[in-house]
Structure formats: structure tokens, C-alpha cells
T-cell receptor
Framework: AQSVTQLDSQVPVFEEAPVELRCNYSSSVSVYLFWYVQYPNQGLQLLLK??????LVKGINGFEAEFNKSQTSFHLRKPSVHISDTAEYFCALIEPGTYKYIFGTGTRLKVLA | DSGVTQTPKHLITATGQRVTLRCSPR?????VYWYQQSLDQGLQFLIQYYNGEERAKGNILERFSAQQFPDLHSELNLSSLELGDSALYFC?????????????FGPGTRLLVL
């Protein structure tokens, strides 16, 4: 069965510092991978996605993620965070040809002044 | 604003009752998804519709049902409600519902079962 693991439930970081949010997945087949952000009292918004090709994916708001097949990881990074990046971040996968999305448990990013 | 609308925003009801949540997709989108977000279970995919037809089922309870109407809006019906059904219910839409497509999420309906 496929699964997504976000090991860090909360990540505090100071403003302008770099951050990495970790995502590991389990699947016996190739998958599509996504990162979504959820700001307080809002729905989810897509940050970036990996479908195929280049393993470094750039998204909105200065975020990027690297797909690592050997380590089954898709970590999200940002070189310098802002207070406005405070939100919950979800990693998700879907198997091509299916329609069932599987989400991780989320990581709360708290950016401190 | 994603363009996806959900009503109502909040709903408070009692155990054993039935409620209907409504979703209007973005203009031009043919596919609608429903998700449940709760503290204990996280974000779970419930069901997907494409152009009026059910396409995929996730962890949707038998007490729950959904449909997509000819005008493409969708309704999620929750019956015989239990305390554990208290959650945030999101609707999302995409153009054709392909797995590679971006989903656009609505603001959610917060359901509280007392």
C-alpha cells in the first residue's frame, strides 16, 4: 500500500533562515508527488508538483523540492523564510492512472521574528 | 480566491442527524473531489466525480454519499451523524480530474456534531 510520511509535525524557524520540510513516501510503482500549503482558516493551495523529468521542482513563493527516487523522498525547501510562510504544509502522492490521493499528516511551519 | 465555493461555512448539528454540504467548482472544471480533515485522521480523500459520474472512492463511510449534478455542482450528504464526524470538509475541483492536474480547493465547511 502507498503511504506518505511527514516526520516533523512542527518546525519552528527564524525569519530569513532556510527551512527544509521532510516528506518520505512508500510505493511499489512510480508516483506523482505534490506539496500543498494551508494557511490558517483557508483551503489548500498547490505549491509545486513532480510528475516526471527534472528532479528539482520549483514552485510558488520561492519554494522548491527535490525528488529522490533512491531515498523515496520529496523534501521541500526554501532558502529564506518570511513570517507569511507560517502555515501547514502537506505532502501528497498519487499513482498515475488512479485517482486516489494520499496525503501526509502535515507539518506546521512556524516562522519566528 | 480559488474560485471554488462551498456552503455553508459552518454547520452545527446533533448526533443522528443528516446534513448536506454543497460545492460549486471553478468555472470550466468538470471534476470535483471531497476531502475530510480531522485532528485524529488528518486529510483524507473521500470521493471524486467527473462530469456527473463517480470516478474514484477513498475512505468514504457508507453513511456518506455524494453526487454531481448536470450543472456540475456537487453535494456531500452525511447521515446518522456521529461525534467523530466533526471535521472540516473540503471540496476541490480540476479541469478533467486527471491525476497530474492541479486541484483548486474551496474554503471548507466546518461541521460540528454535538
Amino acid at each position: 500500500a502507498q503511504s506518505v510520511t511527514q516526520l516533523d509535525s512542527q518546525v519552528p524557524v527564524f525569519e530569513e533562515a532556510p527551512v527544509e520540510l521532510r516528506c518520505n513516501y512508500s510505493s511499489s510503482v512510480s508516483v506523482y508527488l505534490f506539496w500543498y500549503v494551508q494557511y490558517p482558516n483557508q483551503g489548500l493551495q498547490l505549491l509545486l508538483k513532480y510528475l516526471s523529468g527534472s528532479t528539482l521542482v520549483k514552485g510558488i513563493n520561492g519554494f522548491e523540492a527535490e525528488f529522490n527516487k533512491s531515498q523515496t523522498s520529496f523534501h521541500l525547501r526554501k532558502p529564506s523564510v518570511h513570517i507569511s510562510d507560517t502555515a501547514e504544509y502537506f505532502c501528497a502522492l498519487i499513482e498515475p492512472g488512479t485517482y486516489k490521493y494520499i496525503f501526509g499528516t502535515g507539518t506546521r511551519l512556524k516562522v519566528l521574528a | 480566491d480559488s474560485g471554488v465555493t462551498q456552503t455553508p461555512k459552518h454547520l452545527i448539528t446533533a448526533t443522528g442527524q443528516r446534513v448536506t454540504l454543497r460545492c460549486s467548482p471553478r468555472s470550466g472544471d468538470l471534476s470535483v473531489y471531497w476531502y475530510q480533515q480531522s485532528l485524529d485522521q488528518g486529510l483524507q480523500f473521500l470521493i471524486q466525480y467527473y462530469n456527473g459520474e463517480e470516478r474514484a472512492k477513498g475512505n468514504i463511510l457508507e453513511r456518506f454519499s455524494a453526487q454531481q449534478f448536470p450543472d456540475l455542482h456537487s453535494e456531500l450528504n452525511l447521515s446518522s451523524l456521529e461525534l467523530g464526524d466533526s471535521a472540516l470538509y473540503f471540496c476541490a475541483s480540476s479541469f478533467q480530474g486527471g491525476p497530474q492536474e492541479t486541484q483548486y480547493f474551496g474554503p471548507g465547511t466546518r461541521l460540528l456534531v454535538l
